[in-house]
């Protein structure tokens, strides 16, 4: 990782970001008036324009990666609407283990400050895709066993009919974990 900015060492990259406006004013202005409100605060450093457009540069790509994941997260819940709990937890898991994944790739940038945070990160993760795998297979357990009981009951309820009985335990046998 690299070394931090100027901006980012004297806590300064809100105040460019509030004076840059989302665009309304120009590097030059920000610097300018940055450069003021670091006299008035006495610190004996001065940004350059250059370090500026950095900062805000960096703060545009920040934007447009929150964008992208908001559009990632709407598109994954409109497909994941209609599907049980567990199903949308695996694909949210997944999908955290792939960012992480990519970030390994390409370290520079990485957003963790520390490298055990993004181990234990990613042993968490790990951790609940295992819990949530346990789950699954329990639900599908006792799935099972709650079939048995209702085709039992139904076998002792309905003697006198096994067309009706055979009919239904076909829609017992049908149900499933997802």
């Not at 450069?35 to 920040?62: A, D, M, P, W, Y």
């Not at 695996?90 to 970030?103: N, P």
């Not at 209702?150 to 002792?156: D, F, R």
Request: hydrophobic content about 40%; some cysteine.
């Amino acid at each position: 990782m690299g070394a931090k900015s100027k901006a980012e060492e004297h806590g300064l990259v809100e105040l460019i970001i509030e004076k840059w406006e989302g665009g309304k004013n120009t590097i030059v202005y920000v610097t300018e008036e940055v450069n003021k409100k670091i006299q008035e605060l006495g610190l004996k450093v001065t940004l350059s324009r250059e370090g500026i457009r950095r900062v805000i540069k960096s703060h545009k790509e920040e934007i447009e990666d929150a964008k992208k994941a908001i559009e990632s997260a709407k598109a994954m819940a409109e497909v994941l609407k209609d599907y049980p709990g567990t199903e949308a937890s695996e694909a949210v898991l997944m999908q955290m283990t792939s960012l992480i994944s990519k970030d390994l790739r390409t370290i520079d940038s990485l957003e963790f400050e520390d490298p055990k945070e993004l181990l234990l990160t990613t042993a968490r993760i790990a951790e609940a895709q295992l819990k949530l795998s346990n789950y699954r297979t329990k639900a599908a357990k006792a799935l099972e066993k709650a079939k048995g009981e209702i085709k039992k009951e139904l076998q002792n309820a309905i003697k006198n009919d096994p067309e009706l009985l055979q009919k239904l335990c076909a829609i017992v046998d049908k149900a499933e974990v997802k």
